[in-house]
């Protein structure tokens, strides 16, 4: 499998910032992603990026969050901005052996899966 290998997480205050990172080993044309999940709710998926540079947000962090990766030695990044207290969760990166956006914010098409960060936002 792709080794992936998520950090950076931890406690910020609201409207502060963080930068995870993934360590990843697989091809740099997987479509890989940021997802996240809190107590009780299904995982949920925030960016994600393809081997051509596309780059879907959902809504709720659009002009906030930004992801990107290193094509050379396949670290994915997500830095984060203006962090809200709605945006505490576990933090997954994710790799896709299909490599097209369609449906990439659906957990169920990824192939391997990192064993997540924990992010806390304070009010």
């Known amino acids: 499998q792709v080794p992936l290998v998520e950090s950076g997480g931890g406690s910020v205050q609201a409207g502060g910032s963080l930068r995870l990172s993934c360590a990843a080993s697989g091809p740099a044309h997987y479509l890989m992603a940021w997802f996240r999940q809190t107590p009780g709710e299904e995982r949920g998926a925030v960016a994600a990026i393809t081997g051509e540079g596309l780059t879907p947000y959902t809504d709720s962090v659009k002009g906030r969050f930004s992801i990107s990766k290193d094509n050379d030695e396949n670290p994915l990044y997500l830095e984060m901005n203006d962090l809200k207290p709605e945006d505490t969760a576990m933090y997954y990166c994710?790799?896709?052996?299909?490599?097209?956006?369609?449906?990439?914010?659906?957990?169920?098409?990824?192939?391997?899966w990192g064993q997540g960060t924990q992010v806390t936002v304070s009010s």
């Open positions: 994710a790799a896709s052996e299909d490599r097209r956006i369609w449906d990439w914010h659906l957990p169920s098409r990824y192939n391997y």
